[in-house]
Structures are given as structure tokens and as C-alpha cells.
């Protein structure tokens, strides 16, 4: 008998009655012993009673490990996991929702529940309905973690009740954070979408679309039910098929395709101009499964784009192509021909041989005028290949493409100058204005656009210094030539500061007496390296360039000084006048009277004993401007005298109403008036004129005696020519003022 029996037993005969189970191999049974009393209540004996319960037993070793398993599940089940009571306390809470929350056990177990929510009214509404006897699946509900951060969970909850009375309430609550966190960032993408003002379109990695914004409406006119299900090559124009299947292959490859600007098809035919980028979109295994494309509607800038470009590449009067464009298209022809060497081409430049004159006589309206009809006229001269360019000014240059030869470019210049010589009219007047122009035709050794432009420029010069009105093909001597022009206008320009101008005088004389009247001053340039040269050299290259402006302040301010000089040195020889020549540059210079003034002042020279002498040409030009000017200069004290009388316009009209005091009579009158009667009548008449006029005379080029004697007999007062002195350096003047007046030439 098993000890525990055997002691059972024993409490049994002590009287005491015993309940307990024995195990038997894997049996089990409830066992009962108690007292066995006699008739007298002695106790003789127990008796024991044993029931088989292995069943029983079993059953209750398997619920309790069910229990365990089942409380194991609650504590690690992903899950969260609550009971609350009737009054919404937790009761217990399972490890999963703790974790959820942040909480510990005991900051979270009871507390109640609608202190956890974000919502109250939520929890509040909730309780309610399980207090009704409602099950609640799939409650959504807002709780408010440790941290304070918000977590979203789905709720099932159901109620207990035992006899009626609510015991206890169950819930499961799922995390639904990244869930709900993902739908409101999707929520928030559609609104984007929906509101943004670019067209976003999906679509399958073959193409078909699958959405379709309101902008992507706006942009291309289709609703969206018209093109979900279609290919996006809907919107493509037919030459960009191909490159929208290469947007798609690079799409199927994973690429993020850059963006570019393209062009795409509205629903009505008209095009539209976009700035796309286009994006594969990824399943969570990173597999393409579709793209989205996102299109700005650059319509509008492009248009103003092509607007600046227009303007940067066009002149704004006559909307022709600038010289941008035009060198843009040599460059491309002189590439053409270095790949075929049967191409040929040639460059036209021409220039108006009127146009100034038009814009100083009749305004800039005018001018403005002249060069628009002229643009227009160039068109109508050149083939629809060809490109006519406006340089800027009066210059124009038409580009010839693919000539046979030099005889395809002189036609069209023939073509292009007769059509420019046509009269244009402007407010009643006919305006007739020539060109010149200049051809260089293509050939080997042009690498640079520039220097083909520059050639045809230096033939168009040559064709205006030749008389205007004509053309000229570029050849080498014209380089050579314009070189050297070059090389002079360098050093021209540093001649004043390297004191290699200087001043020789010429004697003017009293006819009669022989008395020195004054000198006229003339320039001469000493070159270092090619000696003296002489004016007609380098004065018109001046006047060409503007140096004449600084040279011929130096003139006067350099005459002034002289003939102070001379004044202080030799008083005897009575007042001297210093005549000094104006170019034309000169005249249309504002600020001529100060420098004049300027000059007197420093060398201390009476005005009345400078003379600037004026062509009649000059004067001619424009008399209202020149009158204006001239009274100035006679305000200031100068005398002012008409060179070259009789080589000009017809002034004798004007004569009477010109500030002068003096005319000059050119030097070919006097040496052909011994030969030529009519010339002789010539000098007569302007002698007389003069002296009604009360102006002084002086004759150019008095070489002989024979010539003074006549000019004397014509009552001609003053002369100059090498009968009395060949032109002077300072010095030499000074020693032929010393000299007794007619010594040497009486």
C-alpha cells in the first residue's frame, strides 16, 4: 500500500473521514475513507471507497493546457488585444496593444478607455452599442499613442453578459497606421493630381492609358472616358510615334526618362507644345508594371521664344535677317562646300550711295523709307534659297546659293541695281537713290564667314570710291589695297601724339605790293618709315575715319600759335591773317565755334585774324545749316572765306546771302585763262561779283607773271602760287617775312 494510503488509513481509525486521489500506472481515482464504528461508536475498522476518474482528469490536464496555450496566444498574438468593464475601465490589455500604444501595463490597465482615444465620442458611441448587445466588426478608431503621435487601428469588439448583466467587453484592435497612412497619401496624390495644372497621365507599360486628369483635359481636349483604354499614341503626331515607343521601351527597362520638350496632338488636330517627363511606377518587388507622365504646356513660351529668336536674328525695320543670321548661313554654305566641292555660292554687299543724303535732307522718316522699299525690292531679286540680310545702316547682303559661277552672281547684281534705282516715293516726292555693290564669290582658301563678308564689303568700297551706282567683284589687290589702308589709318591715329603732323605755310601776297597778307596753313604728315605724305594721301582717309575731328583741332589751335608768333616777331608786317582749311567732318561736329574760340584764346590771336576757309561744295550742301553755323563763327569775330569758288554748286545765287568775307578762285581758272577766254570771263565776272559784294578776292595758283599781271588788271587783290613762294616750313616763313615786301618776286 502506497504511504500515502497507509497514512490516509490512519487518520481514518484516529476517526477522521478522508477524500483523495490515487494514480495508478495512468489511471486516476477518487478515493473516500472513513471510520467503521461498532453498536458502541468504537472504531473498528475504515471502509474506502475508490471511484476510476482517469477521464475526468484528463479532460481537466487538457483544458488547463488550452488555457495556457490560449493566454499565450493572447499575449504574443500581433494583435492587440482589451477587456474593458460596463463603465469602459480596462480590465486587461495584451502585449500587442500595449506595444502599439507605448504604454506599460500599469499606465494603461485601469485607465479608462476614452482617455486613449482621439475621438471620445468614438469610444463613447462604442460602449453604448456593445452595452445594446451589438457586435462591432471593423470599427475604425483614432488612438492617441504615449509619444502623442496618432495610431490608427480597426476595432471588433463584442460584449459579455451573464443573466442579462454586461460582464465585460472584448476587442481586437488591428494597427492600420501604414495602411491608413498610405491611403491618405494616395487621398492626397489624387487631389493632387485632380487639382494640379499639369496633364498626368497613366498608362500600361504597352501604352494603354489607364488615367487621365482634369488638367490633362484642359491640355488636350479629351474627356477622360474618351481616352482611358486607348494607346497614348493617340496624342502623338505622326513623325513622334517612334520616339513615344522609345519613351516606352526605356519605360519597360526601368528608366526615369528625362525631361525633354516635344510636341503632341490635340483632340481638335492643333498641336501643342509640352515639356514631358515620364516615369516607370514599381510594384513593392521593384517590377515595372506602368508609367506616368506629367506634361507642361510650354505652348506659350515656346511662341515667345521663337518671337526673341526672330528678333535676335532679324532687323526690326524691314523684319529681314540680321547679320547673326546672315553669318550663321555663310558658315553653313562654307561647310557645304568643303563636303561637295561642286557647290558654289557667293556673297553680295550693298550699300545705298544716296542714303545719308536722304535722311539729313527729307528726315529719317524717309530714310526709314528708302530701306524698307529696298528690303522689299532685294526680296523679289533673289531666289526663295537665297538670303537677303540687313546689316544695319544702309548696308544690306544677299547670300547666293548653289551658282553655276561668277556669272550667276554678276547677273543678280545687275538685277539687284536696277531694281534699287527705281524711284521710291515718300509724301509726294520721288527719291532716287542708287547702290554699290560688292560680289565675293566662294573658294578654297575662306575658312572663317567673316572674312568672305569682309571681301565682299572691300569690293562694294571699291565700287563707291569708282563713282557708286555700279558693282565690283572682290579681287586680291582690293585686300592688298585695303591693308595698306589699314596699316595707314594705325598709324595715322598715332601720328598727332607722336608729333608727325606738322603745319607748312603758304604766302598769300598783295598782288600789287608784293606785301605778305597772310599765310595759309597746310598740313603735312612726316612717316618715320615712308617719308613726307602728302594730304591728298591721308586727308580723305581721315575724314573717312573721324581722326580728322582731333587732327583738325590741332590745325587750328597749331595755326593760332604760329600766327601769334609771327604777329609778336615781325610788326612791322602789319596784321597778318592765318587762313586755316574746315573739312566737312568739321562743319557737322557739334562744338566747332568753342574749339575756334578755345584755339584764339590760348595763343592769344585776335579773331579777325583767323580765316577759315570753307568749300563751296560744303557750304553748298545744306545753306540753311550751313548759314546758321557760319554766323556763329562770324559772331565770334573770324573771317570766313568760299574755297575753290566755281569747282561747286552754282552758289551765285546764295553768294549775297552767306556770312563770308572773302572768296578763293580755284587755281584751274587762273592757269587756263590765258588759253581760254571763257575762263578768263570767269574770273572777271567773280572778280566784279566779289567787289559788289564787298568781298575780298584771292587767286590760287599764281605761277607766272603773266598771270599776276592780268589778275592785277582784273582788279584782283590778293594771290598765292609759286610765282611768290612754294608752301613754307615755319622758319622759312619767318625768313620770307623778314624779307622787304616784293624783293624776290617783283
Known amino acids: 500500500m502506497p504511504a500515502e494510503s497507509v497514512d490516509v488509513h490512519r487518520q481514518a481509525l484516529a476517526g477522521k473521514s478522508v477524500s483523495y486521489q490515487i494514480r495508478v500506472a495512468d489511471r486516476y481515482y477518487d478515493a473516500r475513507v472513513k471510520p467503521l464504528r461498532n453498536d458502541g461508536g468504537a472504531i473498528v475498522g475504515v471502509v474506502g471507497l475508490a471511484v476510476d476518474v482517469s477521464d475526468r ?15 499565450d496566444f493572447v499575449e504574443h498574438t500581433p494583435v492587440g488585444m ?28 485601469g485607465k479608462n478607455v476614452a482617455a486613449f482615444h482621439v475621438d471620445p465620442e468614438v469610444a463613447a458611441d462604442t460602449l453604448r452599442r456593445l452595452r445594446a448587445g451589438e457586435a462591432l466588426p471593423n470599427v475604425e478608431t483614432r488612438l ?61 507599360v504597352d501604352g494603354i492609358i489607364t488615367s487621365w486628369n482634369p488638367a490633362a483635359t484642359r491640355l488636350y481636349g479629351y474627356a477622360a472616358e474618351e481616352v482611358i483604354g486607348k494607346p497614348i499614341t493617340l496624342l502623338a503626331p505622326p513623325d513622334s510615334v517612334d520616339q513615344v515607343r522609345g519613351i516606352l521601351e526605356r519605360v519597360r527597362r526601368g528608366e526615369r526618362g528625362e525631361r525633354e520638350e516635344t510636341t503632341r496632338v490635340r483632340k481638335d488636330g492643333t498641336h501643342v507644345e509640352v515639356a514631358l517627363a515620364v516615369s516607370p511606377i514599381l510594384d513593392p518587388h521593384g517590377q515595372v508594371i506602368g508609367a506616368t507622365s506629367i506634361a507642361h504646356d510650354i505652348t506659350e513660351r515656346k511662341r515667345v521664344e521663337q518671337q526673341l529668336l526672330h528678333a535676335a536674328l532679324h532687323d526690326a525695320l ?7 543670321y546672315l553669318v550663321e548661313r555663310v558658315t553653313q554654305a562654307q561647310a557645304r562646300g568643303r563636303r561637295d566641292p561642286d557647290y558654289r555660292f557667293a556673297v553680295l554687299f550693298i550699300d545705298s550711295d544716296k542714303f545719308k543724303a536722304v535722311n539729313d535732307n527729307l528726315g529719317h522718316a524717309a530714310g526709314d523709307r528708302l530701306l524698307t522699299e529696298f528690303a522689299g525690292r532685294l526680296r523679289t531679286c533673289v531666289r526663295p534659297g537665297d538670303v537677303v540680310a540687313r546689316l544695319g545702316g544702309d548696308e544690306f547682303a544677299v547670300l547666293l546659293e548653289d551658282i553655276v559661277g561668277p556669272a550667276d552672281a554678276e547677273h543678280a547684281a545687275r538685277r539687284i541695281q536696277d531694281a534699287l534705282a527705281a524711284p521710291v516715293s515718300f509724301e509726294g516726292r520721288e527719291i532716287v537713290a542708287t547702290a554699290s555693290v560688292g560680289v565675293a564669290l566662294s573658294r578654297p582658301g575662306y575658312t572663317e564667314s567673316q572674312d568672305l563678308l569682309h571681301d565682299a564689303d572691300l569690293a562694294m568700297y571699291h565700287a563707291k570710291q569708282q563713282g557708286g551706282a555700279r558693282f565690283r567683284v572682290f ?4 585686300r592688298e589695297s585695303a591693308q595698306a589702308r589699314a596699316s595707314m589709318e594705325a598709324d595715322l591715329r598715332n601720328a598727332l ?71 609778336d616777331a615781325f610788326p612791322a608786317a602789319g596784321p597778318l591773317r592765318i587762313s586755316v582749311n574746315v573739312s566737312a567732318k568739321q562743319l557737322e561736329r557739334e562744338g566747332l565755334v568753342d574749339e575756334v574760340r578755345a584755339a584764339l584764346e590760348e595763343a592769344g590771336l585776335a579773331p579777325s585774324r583767323l580765316i577759315l576757309e570753307i568749300t563751296e561744295s560744303m557750304l ?45 578762285i580755284h587755281h584751274m581758272f587762273i592757269h587756263r585763262m590765258g588759253a581760254r577766254r571763257t575762263d578768263l570771263e570767269i574770273v572777271r565776272s567773280v572778280v566784279e561779283l566779289a567787289r559788289t559784294l564787298g568781298l575780298g578776292v584771292i587767286a590760287e595758283g599764281v605761277d607766272t607773271v603773266a598771270q599776276r599781271e592780268r589778275l592785277i588788271g582784273l582788279g584782283c587783290e590778293f594771290g598765292q602760287g609759286s610765282l611768290f613762294s612754294e608752301p613754307l616750313e615755319p622758319a622759312a616763313a619767318s625768313g620770307f617775312l623778314a624779307v622787304p615786301p616784293g624783293q624776290d618776286v617783283l
Not at 460582464?167 to 487639382?195: G, P
Not at 579681287?475 to 582690293?478: A, G, H, L, R
Not at 569747282?647 to 552767306?658: E, I
Open 475 to 478: 579681287d586680291v589687290i582690293m
Open 144 to 204: 492617441r499613442r504615449r509619444d502623442g503621435s496618432i495610431c490608427y487601428g480597426l476595432v471588433s469588439a463584442s460584449a459579455r453578459f451573464d443573466g442579462g448583466e454586461f460582464v465585460h467587453a472584448r476587442c481586437l484592435t488591428r494597427n492600420i497606421t501604414e495602411r491608413k497612412v498610405a491611403e491618405l497619401a494616395l487621398a492626397q496624390f489624387k487631389a493632387m493630381v485632380e487639382s494640379a495644372e499639369d496633364a498626368v497621365v497613366g498608362k500600361t
Open 57 to 71: 482528469e484528463r479532460a481537466l490536464v487538457q483544458a488547463r493546457r488550452s488555457q495556457r496555450e490560449l493566454e
Open 620 to 664: 553748298m550742301k545744306n545753306v540753311d545749316s550751313s548759314t546758321a553755323l557760319l554766323q556763329q563763327l562770324r559772331a565770334l569775330g573770324v573771317e570766313l572765306h568760299m574755297d575753290d569758288f566755281g569747282t561747286g554748286y552754282s552758289s551765285l545765287g546764295q553768294l549775297p546771302h552767306l556770312p563770308i568775307q572773302g572768296i578763293k
Open 318 to 324: 524691314t523684319d529681314l535677317p540680321n547679320r547673326a
Open 497 to 567: 601724339e607722336r608729333q608727325e603732323l606738322r603745319l607748312v605755310f603758304h604766302p598769300i601776297v598783295e598782288l600789287h605790293t608784293g606785301r605778305v597778307h597772310g599765310f595759309e596753313a597746310l598740313l603735312r604728315w612726316h612717316h618715320p618709315q615712308r617719308g613726307v605724305i602728302p594730304p591728298l594721301e591721308f586727308v580723305p582717309l581721315a575724314e573717312e575715319t573721324g581722326l580728322i575731328l582731333p587732327i583738325g583741332t590741332w590745325v587750328i589751335a597749331e595755326a593760332c600759335r604760329h600766327g601769334r608768333r609771327w604777329e
Open 82 to 109: 482589451r477587456w474593458t468593464g460596463p463603465d469602459g475601465t480596462i480590465l486587461r490589455a495584451n502585449q500587442a496593444e500595449l506595444e502599439m500604444l507605448g504604454y506599460r501595463s500599469e499606465e494603461y490597465v
